[in-house]
């Protein structure tokens, strides 16, 4: 089943089917033009910006901004927030929904072949001003999914019943339906990048050193670790097969409340795991539930198989 017949099938709104609809064109021409060896935006260097979070800007990212933003204007969506602009854009309409997007995760692994992929978020604008309307908090997303560009060009896609996996067929240009996706509840896989271990708070310390201990620890088990650095990647590898990932907030002075952004990484994330069967915390809340006071917020994020992010929790008081 292509996705826009799921889509006229299973979403009630034709906002949003054709949102999404049109997301995944933009999709689409952001895979081909990563494909495309021949093109200045695969260049191998960085054109010298850096975008709100002091992160360098790559022809990519401003490639798939620019895409995004292209599309958007053809929807049914009054307002645009992305990471690699400073407030969001105004379409300057009426329209009920606003779309906030990383529109390329990964990039420091552009230069490498390693898989990249694009976040979004689609929220209603609840009659506020646009202003607020980016403030809700990720309970408030009806729809939120990522694209992987990797081997295959996939899409993981939430509209509030399931989390359902897509593949581009490359051959006539259109996502198919792959299946329905179940987080395994338990896992022996974690992800972190454990260079930052220094830094960590005594949670995620204690967490991380009884998973290594293995089967002679706490745990009873044996561990292996998997760390792409591209959330997108590593959450389509936790999606299909269960594991946990870990960014938590540390003790370097930019990532007190964490390195990943609230409202277009892990909110967007969340709602896609807790439709997977799978939690989604900062440590301590929801990501869902957290409030939102500006669109570049970061938050630490945990998610993944669930009896891991409880055990995860629960690790402190065990020890
Ligand atoms: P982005 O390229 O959009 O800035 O996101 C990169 C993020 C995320 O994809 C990844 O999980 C994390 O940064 C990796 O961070 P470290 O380099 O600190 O490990
Ligand atoms: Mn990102
Ligand atoms: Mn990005």
């Known amino acids: 089943m292509y996705l826009t017949d799921f889509l006229s099938e299973h979403c009630a709104d034709n906002n949003i089917t054709s949102i999404i609809n049109n997301l995944s064109n933009a999709a689409i021409k952001i895979s081909n033009e990563i494909k495309n060896v021949d093109n200045k935006n695969n260049a191998q260097f960085n054109v010298g910006n850096t975008n709100i979070d002091g992160d360098l800007q790559k ?12 599309c958007l204007r053809d929807c049914p969506v009054s307002g645009y927030a992305s990471e690699e602009q ?14 906030l997007a990383d529109p390329l995760d990964g990039s420091s692994n552009i230069d490498v072949n390693v898989t990249i992929g694009t976040i979004f978020s689609i929220i209603p604008r609840n ?11 990720g309970i408030q997303q009806k729809s939120s999914g990522f694209f992987v560009y ?15 996996l897509f593949a581009l067929n490359e051959n006539d240009q259109k ?3 792959i299946n329905k996706i179940s987080i395994p509840e338990k896992t022996s896989e974690f992800a972190i990048n454990a260079a930052y271990k220094r830094f960590w708070d005594k949670s995620t310390l204690k967490y991380i050193e009884n998973c290594q201990q293995g089967e002679n620890g706490i ?10 650095g591209s959330l997108v990647a590593d959450a ?20 007190r409340e964490g390195r990943l952004r609230l409202t277009y990484e892990a909110n967007p994330i969340a709602f896609l795991v807790e439709q997977a069967n799978g939690m989604a915390t900062n440590g301590s809340a929801e990501i869902l539930n957290l409030n939102v006071k500006k669109i570049h917020q970061r938050t630490a994020l945990i998610f ?9 929790r629960n690790s402190l008081e065990k020890s």
């Open 150 to 164: 990797g081997p295959q060009t996939t899409l993981f896609l939430t509209i509030g019943s399931g989390t359902y």
């Open 175 to 177: 996502f198919l339906l």
């Open 59 to 70: 022809p990519l990212d401003i490639f798939a901004d620019e895409a995004l933003i292209t």
């Open 86 to 99: 400073d407030g969001f854009i105004d379409f300057n309409n009426n329209h009920e929904f606003i779309v």
């Open 304 to 312: 993944g198989s669930q009896e891991e992010v409880i055990e995860f």
């Open 127 to 137: 009659n506020l001003p646009l202003t607020e309307a980016f403030l809700q908090k």
């Open 219 to 228: 745990r009873g088990k044996n561990f292996g670790m998997r760390w792409v």
């Open 236 to 255: 389509s590898r936790i999606l299909i097969r269960g594991g946990i990932f870990l960014y938590p907030a540390d003790t370097r002075e930019r990532y």
